[in-house]
T-cell receptor, first 111, second 113 residues
Framework: GNSVTQMEGPVTLSEEAFLTINCTYT??????LFWYVQYPGEGLQLLLK?????DKGSNKGFEATYRKETTSFHLEKGSVQVSDSAVYFCALRSNNNDMRFGAGTRLTVKP | EAQVTQNPRYLITVTGKKLTVTCSQN?????MSWYRQDPGLGLRQIYY???????DKGDVPEGYKVSRKEKRNFPLILESPSPNQTSLYFC????????????FGSGTRLTVV
């Protein structure tokens, strides 16, 4: 079945550091890929998405590129801020409308 | 404002006392779903609905019921709650189709004692 694997956390970075959170997927067909962010005490929010191979999703300085050849969708940000501290979830949505989530990666950014 | 509204946000109840968690969306989305989030287990789907009167089981449906009588509402019913249903619950909705992301509610933290 379809599944998503993302790097285990927690990840702790200093402010202005470069962020990468790895995500790989297994899927049949042509899924869309997503990153969601969950701030403390809140629901998940859609951060960015890509719907086909080689698409790049971007939002709020975060980017991820849909790589079909490596079945990956790694999340990157060039310079993190304290306000980026949250849990990040990689997800895929397949043809049957099912959304599969990774386990989540907790990011803490220290001033 | 486009949103998914869940109520209540927090609930403490006793074993066996029936409860309902409501979920309502104002975006005319066909697809709605319930998840539970537990430490170390991530998000697990309980039930989903592709449209009015169409519901189906997710990965962990045991002990839960849902209904979809109207497009905007998708309540989660626990007929006889047990302590292992203590969890953080999220409702989500979306348009149908792989390219659409979910809009999540703010969550309901349920404790069953």
């Amino acid at each position: 079945g379809n599944s998503v694997t993302q790097m285990e956390g927690p990840v702790t970075l200093s402010e202005e550091a470069f962020l990468t959170i790895n995500c790989t997927y297994t899927a049949t067909g042509y899924p869309s890929l997503f990153w969601y962010v969950q701030y403390p005490g809140e629901g998940l929010q859609l951060l960015l998405k890509a719907t086909k191979a080689d698409d790049k999703g971007s939002n709020k300085g975060f980017e991820a590129t849909y790589r079909k050849e490596t079945t990956s969708f790694h999340l990157e940000k060039g310079s993190v801020q304290v306000s980026d501290s949250a849990v990040y979830f990689c997800a895929l949505r397949s043809n049957n409308n099912d959304m599969r989530f990774g386990a989540g990666t907790r990011l803490t950014v220290k001033p | 404002e486009a949103q998914v509204t869940q109520n209540p946000r927090y609930l403490i109840t006793v074993t066996g006392k029936k409860l309902t968690v409501t979920c309502s969306q104002n975006m005319n989305h066909e697809y709605m779903s319930w998840y539970r989030q537990d430490p170390g287990l991530g998000l697990r789907q309980i039930y989903y609905s592709m449209n009015v009167e169409v519901t189906d089981k997710g990965d962990v449906p045991e002990g839960y019921k849902v209904s979809r009588k109207e497009k905007r509402n998708f309540p989660l019913i626990l007929e006889s709650p047990s302590p292992n249903q203590t969890s953080l619950y999220f409702c989500a909705s979306s348009l149908t189709g792989t390219g659409h992301g979910y809009t999540f509610g703010s969550g309901t933290r349920l404790t069953v004692v």
